[in-house]
């Protein structure tokens, strides 16, 4: 062990072996060191051990050393987040940060990227309070008298239910059918007891009706809540009252009527040209309610994301009546929850596409929209940029993919896909170099192929999607 030992670089050794090496000589000198420790220590522990050395000099202990340097380097650069082109299908991928942004978003985050006018009226030079950029655009897309914007979805009903309760009325009336768990095994009852409200659970999962909710008022009610079921659906021997019955419920109590409507939809996907015709089934105008439609019914406030059938940067969109939004803006929580100026922009230049009628101007509503003939002109013209070789297996199909973001999951988009194979080389293995290379190209992977889905992939990406795919299949 001691001659082992012996063998090791000090740290000054390696670090002027990873200056000769141009992946090395790219890592910040702070990391690098840290790594060089670390390697050092666990190759000590390997000798101490008892491993044996397969070498009998320095040079080769330095080059093995060095060797375990560049992984560490590989998975750092793997690790860190960067462009990827989504080729799953799925339009909405949480793992991929769900909606694209437009470009007049982007430009919005660069303009903003600076100094900007986040909670200062540049009329008046007095300060005020943050989001006021997008109520005036939301009051107008969505008939709400006020807003506000938080981090995100979850945010929203967190804050919600801690504005809602005042004194005794705390409790919050909600259908078992209801209680949802969000991405990442978040459930709704986890908020429920985060906020301190109490949850009063009434009906039964699939049958809920408005008596129920009725017999459970008391003086301790402090809400009525429906949460929209983005991620499932419950069919068969169902019942669950109209949003509008319930406030009419709520109104008739002195109650404040919740909705969450999930996804956080402008318009009707039932009524978007193309939208449709592009589903494998029709869409019911109850499968993603809308902000205006929920507010129209009489709701008090309304919730929702900003980066799923919106289009927009991640946020939690609060759409209601002026005394509820001004008692959840004075909140103690809502400073902890509120955005930033680059989601203010992007949201606000996303808002702006709604106004102009400009829907395909959005990536989200764009894909979805796109017809299966272009999809296949698409997928033509990329398999006609790959090189053709023995060892590939290049076929072009019809297949289904997802709007994905817990929206409409009950529909299927029908799309076309490039099924990728190549000899000598795992599907697996094919599927990582795409994902690890520049830009990383996520497939999907089925009956033993690489999947990729035109349906999901931006069509200014196409070209490079072709470099990243030639790359992978060349020996």
């Known amino acids: 062990m001691k001659h082992g030992l012996s063998l090791l670089p000090s740290v000054t050794e390696l670090l002027q072996a990873c200056d000769q090496c ?45 060797g375990r340097l560049r992984l560490l380097a590989t998975r750092s650069e793997n690790q860190q987040i960067r462009k990827v082109i989504n ?38 030079g007095q300060r005020t309070h943050r989001g006021f950029q997008t109520e005036e655009k939301l009051q107008a897309l969505t008939g709400c008298e006020d807003s506000i914007i938080v981090n995100n ?13 005042e004194g005794v009325r705390n ?16 459930r709704l009852p986890e908020i429920f007891s985060l906020s301190g409200a109490m949850m009063r659970e009434i009906g039964t999962t699939n049958r809920t ?20 079921p983005s991620n499932y659906r419950v069919v068969g021997f169902t019942e669950s009252p109209s949003i509008s019955a319930l406030c009419q419920l709520g109104q008739r109590n002195g109650l404040p009527v919740i909705d969450d409507i999930g996804s956080g939809s402008l318009i009707d996907p039932a009524q978007s040209n193309g939208v449709t015709q592009t589903l494998s089934a029709p869409v019911q105008a109850a499968d993603e309610p809308t902000f205006s439609a929920s507010l129209a019914a009489g709701a008090d406030l309304v919730l929702g994301s900003g980066d799923k059938l919106l289009g927009g940067p991640q946020c939690g969109i609060i759409v209601g009546s002026r005394h509820w939004i001004r008692r959840l803006r004075q909140h103690p929580l809502a400073r902890a929850v509120r955005v930033d100026k680059l989601t203010l922009a992007a949201l606000s ?21 796109e017809t299966v003939p272009d999809l296949r002109c698409r997928a033509e013209w990329l398999a006609s940029q790959l090189p053709i070789s023995d060892r590939a297996t290049i076929d072009i199909e019809a297949d289904e993919s997802e709007t994905g973001g817990g929206s409409l999951p009950t529909m299927l988009l029908p799309t076309i896909v490039l099924r990728l194979r190549v000899q000598g080389i795992s599907t697996n293995i094919l599927a990582q170099r795409l994902r690890t290379g520049r830009p990383g190209v996520v497939p999907r992977i089925s009956d033993d192929a690489v999947v990729i889905d035109l349906r999901s992939v931006l069509p200014e990406d196409v070209g490079v999607l072709a470099e990243c795919l030639t790359k992978v299949m060349l020996p």
Not at 153 to 165: F, S, Y
Not at 357 to 368: C, T
């Open 153 to 165: 979805n979850a945010a929203a009903t967190l804050l919600t239910l801690h504005a809602v309760q």
């Open 87 to 124: 080729a799953t299908g799925i339009v909405i991928h949480t793992g991929l940060g769900r909606s694209p942004l437009s470009q007049w978003a982007l430009s919005a985050i660069a303009d903003c990227s600076g100094c900007a006018n986040v909670e200062l009226n540049l009329e008046t």
């Open 349 to 369: 230049a996303t808002l702006d596409h709604y106004l102009n009628h400009q829907i395909d101007q959005i990536p989200v509503w764009r894909m979805l929209r």
């Open 209 to 228: 009706r408005l008596s129920d909710y009725e017999i459970n008022i008391r003086a301790t009610t402090a809400a009525i809540l429906r949460v929209h």
């Open 22 to 66: 141009p992946q090395l000589s790219r890592v910040p000198n702070l990391l690098l060191k840290r790594w060089i420790r670390t390697t050092l220590h666990e190759r000590r522990s390997e000798l101490a051990e008892g491993r044996a050395l397969d070498h009998e000099d320095r040079h080769s202990e330095k080059n093995l050393l060095t």
């Open 171 to 186: 409790e919050v009336l909600i259908s078992r059918g209801q209680l949802v768990e969000i991405g990442g095994s978040f």
